[in-house]
């Protein structure tokens, strides 16, 4: 997939652990997102980033934290996992970023987290 | 809000006929426009896109896709389905300064033998 990697790429956890997954590029990108996909929902933006240790918020992300330490890796932490937040994960990394209107996004091949 | 529309939520096709999934959008200017394609268990893989120019816009695999301003669409197409087609396929918008691309909730194909 294009030098993304995720990890793990399935899980298993119970409702209040905690869980990172992590998304690791080789290809030098700045950008780098988190989604969410659930059936009926498509796909929907959790956290992206844009530099080491400049990330921002998106559409869902409430019980979610991110850290980029390094540009090649970003990290997404679910401090207290719930049920509500079994779904698949996805990394993608771009170029040029959002605000560009030349978005284009390259993804991971996803993380299936399931929380009993 | 911007929003993005599929309104097939799921296409069974034969082999060797031809395909149109719908995508409409809803924004004010002409946005970025894409269409993804998610095989079982894989990430998207990006089909084609349009900036601008030519309405028409060619992608991988066969697919093309067009652009119509008065209709707010971007249709995908393909004149012959095979069967290793069957995917999942989102469109999405990207609409430039307002930040965040919009993905649509995906139809998913199935192609009959």
């Known amino acids: 997939d294009a030098g993304i990697t995720q990890s793990p790429r399935h899980k298993v956890t119970e409702t209040g652990t905690p869980v990172t997954l992590r998304c690791h590029q080789t290809?030098?990108?700045?950008?780098m997102y988190w989604y969410r996909q659930d059936p009926g929902h498509g796909l929907r933006l959790i956290h992206y980033?844009?530099?080491?240790?400049?990330?921002d918020k998106g559409e869902v992300s409430d019980g979610y934290s991110v850290s980029r330490s390094k540009t090649e890796d970003f990290l997404l932490t679910l401090e207290s996992a719930t049920s509500s937040q079994t779904s698949v994960y996805f990394c993608?990394?771009?170029?040029?970023?959002?605000?560009?209107?030349?978005?284009?996004?390259?993804f991971g091949a996803g993380s299936r987290l399931t929380v009993l | 809000a911007q929003s993005v529309t599929q309104p097939d939520i799921h296409i069974t096709v034969s082999e060797g006929a031809s395909l149109e999934l719908r995508c409409n959008y809803s924004?004010?200017?002409?946005?970025?426009l894409f269409w993804y394609v998610q095989s079982p268990g894989q990430g998207l893989q990006l089909l084609l896109k349009?900036?601008?120019?030519?309405?028409l816009v060619q992608g991988i695999k066969g697919f093309e896709a067009e652009f119509k301003r008065s209709q707010s669409s971007f249709n995908l197409r393909k004149p012959s389905v095979h069967w290793s087609d069957a995917a999942e396929y989102f469109c999405?918008?990207?609409?430039?300064?307002?930040?965040?691309?919009?993905f649509g909730k995906g139809t998913k194909l199935s192609v009959k033998p």
């Open positions: 993608a990394i771009s170029e040029s970023g959002m605000n560009s209107g030349a978005n284009v996004l390259t």
């Open positions: 290809e030098n990108h700045r950008y």
């Open positions: 980033s844009y530099g080491v240790k400049d990330t």
């Open positions: 924004y004010g200017a002409t946005p970025y």
């Open positions: 349009y900036f601008s120019g030519d309405t």
């Open positions: 999405a918008v990207d609409p430039g300064s307002q930040g965040n691309l919009i």
